[in-house]
């Protein structure tokens, strides 16, 4: 059984109107896309299929070229030739690539990393936006270095830390008004300097919690994103290609969203 591996990125959107330059896509960004479609992009074709879902969207690309093609096909096994009867203006579409978006997250996957100026022309040409791909951070010493600001903090206990830590329950009565619910999240802006002992005390206890996501914004005004569940590695996926060689759009899905739930 082979294995397909996905890049983990962050998907920025930029706004044309006042405010905030780039933000992250939500599930209204894509509402107006078709479910499926063509489109041809440097001489090569794709069919693109989409799935939205309220939690993700789903890409899937299937592609070729016209070119090159050769007059005859040869039987491999006995060397015998015959007329290729596939047409000057048709392709074969054997290669795929697949993307998957979600937003609680903010975490954007990609099957083919070389392909990721292909998704952005995608998105320009069908919804008349630009958005741009952008790694997400590997270290919380990265995350930190690179933002002047915090816009928004969230995570589920796995115990509660606060009950226990009466530095970081001050700490959060403090900055919110609020004890220690399950489920936590902050939506506010605050400088660097007034918020970073308080998310360095998250970073220290990772044990205790899951799903956490810290946004921020950078120098540039880019919005910046740690997602302690995927930022450290690629996630990898069984896959399975059937007698063309093709992988199954469906099963790669439900692979990779498996694996995320896992992680």
Known sequence: MEKLAFNILQILEEKNSCGERYVSPDVDTFKNLDESFNIQIDNVYYEVIIELDSS?????FDFGKTSPRDEKLTNILTGEKRDNEREPVEAELIQQFFCLYIYSTKSFFISNLKKKNVFQAVLKSKLNKNFCLKTIYKTQEEFINIINSIQKISFTHLTNIF????????????LTGTDAPENFTIEATYEKSKILGFVLDLLNSKDSYKDLVITGLDESNFEVVFNNDTFNKKIEVKAIKNENGKYCSNQIKEGLLKEIDEK
């Open 56 to 60: 993700y969207i789903w890409f899937s």
């Open 163 to 174: 009950s226990h830590d009466s530095k970081k329950r001050q700490a959060l009565i403090d």
